[in-house]
């Protein structure tokens, strides 16, 4: 993506997932937002935007971090929501055996010490791959890959979801049920 589509993401995320209230827009309990007051907002603090920039960098984003509703009226963030109003009410799902966790090495000992907690955000973010959890850790620092055991945790009575874009969605992962390996 260019710098202005990078850049034009990064503002998305943050109105779309941590603070519609920098442009006081209002996003609905499942975290859609009008796209017209999306627009007309971001233009009101100095962050014009078209439509069809708006749709390229949903389109083009390698995350798949945004969706735009069936009508193409509304838009939202798939996952990653720090908003406690915000529940983007996905069905539960029955995960893969066994889900990934990137994390920076220097917080594996406090994972050990306490599990695998959403910080800020709604959900702990989980990966069906090896691959795409070494790319999330290495987002942080040195990568480590951590093993969840999802069936284990959903036969004691954990509940997983799944976003638009494959991210695996937990509340906590207790340490019983993480392989540090």
Do not use: C
Request: hydrophobic fraction near 45%.
């Amino acid at each position: 993506m260019t710098d202005h589509l990078v850049n034009t993401s990064k503002f998305l995320s943050l109105i779309l997932r941590h603070a519609p209230e920098k442009i006081g827009l209002t996003l609905d309990a499942q975290g859609w937002a009008d796209i017209g007051q999306l627009l007309a907002l971001a233009a009101q603090h100095g962050r014009r935007l078209s439509r069809e920039q708006l749709d390229e960098v949903v389109a083009r984003d390698s995350k798949t971090r945004y969706a735009i509703s069936a009508d193409g009226f509304r838009i939202r963030a798939n996952q990653g929501h720090t908003l406690a109003a915000v529940d983007i009410a996905l069905p539960p799902a029955t995960p893969p055996a066994t889900l990934y966790h990137g994390t920076a090495s220097r917080f594996v000992e406090a994972i050990r010490a306490g599990g695998l907690l959403p910080g800020s955000r709604n959900h702990v973010h989980l990966s069906s791959s090896r691959e795409t959890a070494v790319a999330v850790g290495a987002r942080h620092g040195k990568p480590v890959v951590l093993t969840v055991d999802a069936a284990a945790m959903r036969a004691q009575g954990h509940a997983f979801y799944v976003s638009d874009n494959g991210v695996w969605l937990t509340q906590v992962v207790p340490v019983a049920f993480i392989g540090f390996s």
